[in-house]
């Protein structure tokens, strides 16, 4: 496609519910980036794929958010039993290769909002 | 460890008038560091980035940067601001022998007055 895309753009869940957020990297894009973005502050990292192969998921807050990329295209960042802590807007990158020469394409994000 | 400190959570300028966001960096390494902006409801999209060679950095929008080694700093500036440059700018530094995950900055709300 023409640019990273994420759905849904908001999301809202009530406490102790489970959400799944999705992202579309650029088509070809081998590298593939999650962050937490809390209210007023930078992006966090969460998780890094390259192609399938999840590389990093040092950033991951607790065993309760779990990501995957099947198929090394799309991927979906999960978040079980969700916290009001987790409301925050959740970006996700995609580059064309691993390296600082390969610029991070960034989606619109997730913003997701736990009552 | 890295990290990244952007002095001013706000900056206000008058349209026409020079652009200064602070960015100091700390680094074990000799890091490579980055500019982002922001704009509302948006992703982030890369400015420049410096990568050891330079040490004054161009990127889009007329914006550039310095990389001063002595001051760990990477300031951002532009000479005459417009009304269309207000948005959210995150400074961000990354470990060249490493993952090249950047660590971001707590960012910088620039608001441009007409």
């Known amino acids: 496609g023409a640019g990273v895309s994420q759905s849904p753009r908001y999301k809202v869940a009530k406490r102790g519910q489970d959400v799944a957020l999705r992202c579309d990297p650029i088509?070809?894009?081998?590298?593939l980036f999650w962050y937490q973005q809390a209210l007023g502050q930078g992006p966090e990292f969460l998780t890094y794929?390259?192609?399938?192969?999840?590389?990093?998921k040092s950033g991951l807050p607790s065993d309760r958010f779990f990501a995957e990329r099947p198929e090394g295209s799309v991927s979906t960042l999960k978040i079980q039993r969700t916290q009001q802590e987790d409301s925050a807007v959740y970006l996700c990158?995609?580059?064309?290769?691993?390296?600082?020469?390969?610029?991070?394409?960034f989606g619109a994000g997730t913003r997701l909002s736990v009552l | 460890a890295q990290s990244v400190t952007q002095l001013g959570s706000h900056v206000s300028v008058s349209e026409g008038a020079l652009v200064l966001l602070r960015c100091n960096y700390s680094?074990?390494?000799?890091?490579?560091l980055f500019w982002y902006v922001q704009y509302p409801n948006q992703g982030l999209q890369l400015l420049l980035k410096?990568?050891?060679?330079?040490?004054l950095v161009k990127g889009i929008n007329g914006f550039e940067a310095e990389f001063k080694k002595s001051e760990t700093s990477f300031h951002l500036t532009k000479p005459s601001a417009h009304m269309s440059d207000a948005a959210e700018y995150f400074c961000?530094?990354?470990?060249?022998?490493?993952?090249?995950?950047?660590?971001f900055g707590r960012g910088t709300s620039l608001i441009v007055h007409p």
């Open positions: 680094s074990s390494v000799p890091p490579y």
């Open positions: 990158a995609s580059s064309l290769g691993q390296g600082v020469q390969n610029i991070q394409y």
């Open positions: 794929f390259q192609n399938e192969a999840q590389l990093d």
């Open positions: 410096y990568t050891s060679a330079a040490t």
């Open positions: 088509s070809g894009h081998v590298s």
């Open positions: 961000a530094v990354s470990n060249p022998g490493g993952s090249y995950i950047p660590t």
